[in-house]
């Protein structure tokens, strides 16, 4: 038994989430040991398997090419490791757009220029928002069609212009912690119904400009949120949109 770790232990070894080893648990990735109560006890091939799962989650595989890689069953691994070059090389030059806008505020300050607070946090933020930009689309690329993207590249001119980014992104956030302090609820009450009816109130700008592939490729993304929620933090947690959904489906039902 000295050679088995609880979940807790096996969290600080991998850095993983212990929402994401249940899930991998869920898709049949482990298979850790049970004790008389019900607690999870993983071994050392659990450990490794789940490190491998780590790295090839790094390099940019989904999980079912990893289950298929762990598994031992055939995949046509050269397309996928060109696809994930491609997406590394996006990145790099994401990256090094980045520097350069910090070594352009550095080269200033090295010729003597007096380089004003406002205009180096627009230079950081300029950075870190691609990178944001980055990280964001090494997720996105993985649920996607290359028409969904596309799709969300023509409609950003389709947006007002006088739409407000920051304002919507605000109330997204008011809406999913309100939505995630009332959980658990009942999907068929009132109450449920509000939340549901203020959800879709915010999400018609979306669904105003929005193909069928944006919304399928939106609906897998968050769908599969235990997959990538290790990698990126998502805008809300996976029990709001399993309770988004379950509103949705009980409205449908009646």
């Known amino acids: 038994m000295t050679d088995l770790m609880d979940i807790s232990a096996v ?4 850095g993983l989430t212990s929402r994401a080893l ?3 648990e869920g898709r049949g990735l482990v298979a850790p040991l049970r004790t008389a109560s019900g607690r999870r006890m993983f ?9 491998r799962i780590v790295m090839l989650k790094r390099a940019g595989f989904s999980l079912a090419q990893i289950e298929k890689l762990l598994n031992d069953r055939p995949i046509d691994l ?5 696809a994930q070059i491609a997406a590394l090389d996006e990145q790099a030059e994401g990256l090094a757009q980045a520097r350069a806008h910090l070594a352009t505020a550095l080269s200033r300050i090295d010729r003597g220029e007096s380089l004003d607070a406002a205009t180096l946090c627009s230079l950081i933020r300029t950075g870190e928002t691609m990178m944001d930009q980055e990280k964001w689309k090494s997720v996105t690329d993985l649920y996607m069609s290359a028409q969904a993207e596309a799709d969300f590249a023509d409609t950003q001119t389709a947006l007002p212009a006088d739409f407000d980014q920051a304002a919507y992104g605000a109330q997204w956030s008011e809406l999913t912690t309100h939505i995630a302090a009332a959980l658990p609820l009942d999907p068929a009450s009132a109450q449920a119904r509000a939340l549901y009816d203020e959800w879709q ?4 700008p979306f669904m105003a400009v929005a193909t069928p592939a944006m919304t399928q490729g939106v609906t897998r993304l968050y769908d599969n949120i235990g997959e990538w929620e290790a990698d990126q933090a998502p805008p809300f947690s996976a029990d709001v949109w399993a ?5 949705g489906n009980a409205g449908k039902a009646r």
């Open 43 to 51: 071994g050392r091939s659990d450990l490794l398997r789940l490190h």
């Open 243 to 247: 309770f988004i959904t379950a509103v």
């Open 11 to 14: 969290v600080r070894a991998t």
């Open 201 to 204: 109130r915010l999400l018609a």
């Open 78 to 82: 050269a397309p996928l490791l060109r």
């Open 22 to 24: 249940r899930f991998y």
